[in-house]
């Protein structure tokens, strides 16, 4: 039996749910979905496209009540076909670049950046 990465889902918490969205979907040009909770009101999501059948994980920007954003210990890591491409629109999306791209070696290249709501995130690409 094939082994599988070990994660399957992510959240990223957020302060502002709209404007958090906006950053993600300037960045990677997709757009977000509402989710919602039927038995919980106070928790609002949107969720990253993608496909809970296929090879991956899937997440969503979540604001919930007596979870702050930022300062957390995790990095999720986008993939991308030439990281350099979303981290050139970072900026101009409210957010910040922490480390420009650089060679992880036969591993590929990286970028660290920060949204708009203190969360540090990074890219990896091959290219």
Same mark, same amino acid.
């Given at each position: ?21 906006? #950053? ?11 989710m919602t909770d039927p ?25 919930? !009540? ?9 990095i999720v890591y986008f993939?991308?076909? !030439? ?25 590929? #290249? ?18």
């Open positions: 039996m094939k082994k599988q990465n070990p994660v399957v889902w992510f959240e990223i918490y957020v302060e502002e749910i709209e404007r958090a969205a906006k #950053f993600y979907e300037k960045v990677f040009g997709f757009q977000m979905e509402d038995s919980d009101q106070s928790v609002v999501m949107k969720g990253f496209p993608g496909d809970m059948e296929s090879y991956g994980a899937v997440g969503a920007l979540v604001k919930m !009540d007596g979870v702050k954003a930022g300062g957390n210990s995790t993939g991308c076909e !030439d990281c350099a491409v979303e981290e050139s629109r970072v900026v101009a999306s409210g957010g910040q670049v922490h480390q420009a791209k650089m060679s992880i070696g036969e591993h590929g #290249f990286i970028s660290l950046l920060v949204d708009t709501e203190g969360n540090t995130i990074g890219l990896h690409s091959m290219k």
